[in-house]
């Protein structure tokens, strides 16, 4: 009843290809971002920001760019980790070389590099399809995990073998570094965020993501149609890598503050894949939806037993997380393969006709 | 029935030409020693028995698989070696016997799809999507609206084609190769399937893409009647050769095609 | 030239130079491709029989051994120990059948390979919640494991085996071929290769999926018991242990998901590569090349070879 379309006509194609079509939908996206932008800013604590926020729209992005390569081109991938590192070492290097030029372009020319390392290993998809194709991600994610700890210039040398960000400011502010607060941390990887994805709902609406999604869906008739399937999957690595590598920097750079090698290692992988799986493959909203409830969970967990007046150690809650992240794994695949993005739509389905059951 | 005056394609020029095409696999031979030609603007058959290695023709003539020896020229052009992008650019369009469409999207997107070759906009206005490229997939979409209406089928546009019934799918694969603008169709058994009043919709359909837009269709058929209702010609193939090569009247007489068939009509 | 000659000409040399260190090399690189290839084996079992490729095969192997050491650790014997596990085992292939395989039946291959992740995940935590995270030492005494080693005097020096060693590649050879013989030659053997192939026909011709599944996640979890036993006697039993669990996937690249012999061979080609890239050629890249230079290998094998040495090609069809 709230939710309806109708009378919402469309005069144009422009019009009927637009992001949000529908009205409600237009609105409630403004006042979403209106509430990111100026209501939490405002009204969250520090903490909530800076272990739930800022971390879940990081990831979302990562997952974001794990989802255009398995979720929209089909091609599974098991080396997201290493690629964000990639994009982590990569701003270092560049903050380090050049340290006048903006902090926020280091970011984002890091992604470039990760580009380049993803279309690289991505050059197997050629010969190699599905799980063997994931294998050789792995080859990729465990070589590069390898160059993260082997070659020291990455790390400027540094004794511990990780990386410590140094303070840039953004119009005399500081944004990274230990001055940077997290509120102005927040906003710069809410604006990366919200640009990257707005970009990314570009891709997919034109002409490049259908040819992702013909690759995906039946690669032979897609090259009947005069789709040229090695430059779609290499474009589709590149891409992938580039969101990566633009969420590893902002990881490290307006999130932690550091990493070590360890911080991109194969678990990495798994955590946004987790995300990309339950959110929804092949879904923009759903990336968001499972980096928040992966990452939210766990978090979740260690402090819901203190909240119900139950005290247990944080060894215990971490393993109770683990069984809990497997078992919503095996639930989600039983209950809905297509995650969370799909119950969502079922739930925006059944506001449509609501009060009427169908 | 088409009568050989109403088509002036009989007579014209040859836009595709198999010269002495053998294919093998390992040791069984699908196709040995075939050669004919297609006429622009006509409609031609390839009928046979099952086994015949029409399905396999086609792909050859598409570029799925290389023949080991024998050549095809398409539009004067002699290749040997063609991949199916190649076909694809050079204006060749075709449907399967099990629709294979692009499960994952709508019917709409799958005729979008179609027209990827024909879509100029570079990468960074896929990016950005402003003005260009929204005014390039506006202008497309206009192409692709015109053979939904000619196919009739704008109710189901928007709807998955993994959801459409059978014969309707195979209506959206027609549109996708449509949408490509080809100058040569083939169609791999477009009727399979479908009842009588499917049959005379896709004849309808088959007819008016070849005097309207005059692209030239080759279809593999097993109805005698919509074959001897549609063609120009007829190439008759049984165990992978070519047993005649005529008008449809003169293949329906041709002693050798009725003792390959055992004179079965639908 | 100084570094083309340090990576085709001299590792060679080397070899030449003591070659009782190359047989040194070798042996204990096919010690751990017999070790990886068990652990494959149990990949290749799950997959031949069910179509699912079980991630959770590490953790299994991990948890195994976890159940043996902790029974013995609470005063169980140590046969009975062993006992008790084989029987944990079945039980946890009951189980998985019956909450992940059966509501997921006919679903698409990789929604059953995301639910072994599920699975890897909550055998993980579930694991270091009933046993605590530390290292276990493995009982290898009590259960009559050889230990020591056998000196053989050769090529001018000498070369160690480890009796364990040589226990271990025993026991994996008898493990491949009861299996393989078991898949060819018996009628449950070719209802598990029918059920690989199609559940939905499996199931038309009267095959209990069920009772399948049961069966061969139970042996595979058999398999990955004594992986854990031979794996644990040699280091100590850790979660770590999971990951090498990975070092199975190029194992099973090179040997062909679905061959059992292939397993073993694929897992003897990696070891020894990966040995002998790593004595040879590792010092020119720096220590720590065997976390990547198995995957490599099998990189290169899949470009030429994408369905392994003894897999099923792949034929596509319009």
Known sequence: MLYREAGQFKTSYAADQALFPILQDRVGMLLILAAAYVVVPLAASNFMIDSIIAPVLIFALAAIGLNLLTGYTGLLSLGTGGFMGVGAFACYKLATFFPGINIVVHILLAGFFSAAVGTLFGLPSLRIKGFYLAVATLAAQFFLSWCFIRIPWLYNYNVSASIEV???????????????????????????????????????????????????????????????????????????????????????????????????????????????????????????FGAALIWGLPIVLRYAPNMFGLSITTATAEHITFMTLGALIIFFLIVEPNGLARLWQIGKQKLRVWPFPY | MRAPADSAAVAGEVLLSVQ?????????????????????????AIIGPNGAGKTSML????????????????????????????????????????????????????????????????????????????????????????????????????????????????????????????????????????????????????????????TTIALIEHDMGVVMDLSDRVVVLDHGAKIADATPQEVKRDQSVIDAYLGVAH | MDLLYRIFIDPFVQMGA?????????????????????????????????????????????????????????????????????????????????????????????????????????????????????????????????????????LGGFVQLQKIDVAAAIIALLMVTTLAIFFQKTRIGRALRAVADSHRAALSVGISLE????????????????????????????????????????????????????AIIGGVIIGMGEKLGEFYWGPLFGSGIESWFAYVIALVFLLFRPQGLFGEKIIERV
């Not at chain 1, 509120?183 to 034109?206: E, F, P």
């Not at chain 2, 696999?25 to 006509?42: H, L, M, P, T």
């Not at chain 3, 079980?54 to 120990?81: C, D, K, R, S």
């Open chain 1, 166 to 288: 140094p303070t840039r400011t953004l119009f005399d502010i500081p944004v990274t570094g230990p001055n940077a607060t997290p509120v102005t941390r927040y906003l710069i990887v809410l604006t990366i965020v919200s640009a990257m994805t707005w970009v990314a709902s570009n891709l997919i609406r034109g002409r490049i993501g259908r040819t992702w999604m013909a690759v995906r869906d039946m690669d032979i008739a897609a090259e009947l149609i005069g789709i040229k399937l090695l430059r779609t999957k290499l474009l589709a690595f590149a891409v992938s890598s580039f969101y990566c590598g633009v969420a590893g920097a902002m990881m490290v750079f307006l999130w932690l503050g550091n990493a070590e090698s360890e911080s991109f290692s194969i678990n990495q992988s798994f955590l946004v894949l987790f995300m990309v799986i339950i959110g929804g493959l092949g879904s923009l909203l759903g990336s968001f």
């Open chain 2, 20 to 44: 002495n095409v053998s294919l093998s696999f390992g040791g069984v031979k699908a196709i040995q020693n075939v050669s004919f030609d297609i006429r622009k603007s006509e409609v031609r």
């Open chain 2, 59 to 214: 792909n050859v003539i598409n570029g799925f698989y290389q023949p080991q020896s024998g050549s095809i020229t398409f539009k004067g052009v002699a290749r040997s070696n063609m991949r199916p992008y190649d076909a694809a650019h050079g204006g060749i369009a075709r449907t399967f016997q099990n629709v294979a469409l692009f499960r994952g999207m709508s019917a709409l997107d799958n005729i979008m799809a179609g027209r990827t070759l024909k879509m100029r906009r570079g990468f960074f206005w896929q990016l950005v999507r402003f003005g260009p490229a929204v005014a390039e997939e506006v202008e497309h979409r206009l192409k692709v609206e015109e053979i939904i209406d000619f196919l009739e089928i704008p109710a189901i546009r928007k709807v998955p084609v993994g959801r459409l019934p059978y014969g309707l799918q195979k209506r959206v694969e027609l549109g996708r190769a449509l949408a490509m603008e080809p100058d040569l169709l083939l169609l791999d058994e477009p009727m399979a399937g479908m009842n009588l009043e499917e049959k005379e919709d896709m004849s309808r359909f088959i007819v008016d893409v070849n005097e309207h837009y005059g």
């Open chain 3, 18 to 154: 003591a070659p009782d260190l190359l047989v040194q090399a070798l042996w204990e690189g096919f010690v751990a491709g017999v070790l990886y290839s068990l652990i494959a084996l149990g990949f290749v079992l799950i997959f031949k029989a069910s179509g699912v490729f079980n991630f959770a095969q590490g953790i299994m192997v991990v948890f195994a051994a976890l159940t043996l050491v902790g029974l013995y650790e609470h005063g169980v014997p140590a046969f009975l120990a062993l006992a008790l596990t084989i029987l944990v085992m079945l039980l946890l292939a009951f189980a998985v059948e019956r909450v992940v395989l059966r509501p997921l039946v006919n679903q698409a291959e990789i929604i059953l390979f995301m639910a072994t992740f599920g699975l890897t995940y909550f055998l993980i935590g579930l694991g270091e919640l009933i046993f605590g995270g530390d290292p276990k030492v493995m009982i290898s005494q009590q259960l009559l494991l050889p230990s020591g080693s056998y000196n053989i005097r050769m």
């Open chain 3, 211 to 262: 009772q399948i599944w049961v069966t061969v996640w139970f042996a595979s979890g058999i398999v990955a018991l004594a992986t854990g036993i031979m794996w644990g006697a040699r280091s100590n039993v850790s979660f770590a242990l999971d990951i090498i669990a990975l070092k199975a996937l190029p194992v099973l690249i090179l040997g062909g998901l679905t061959s059992i012999p292939g």
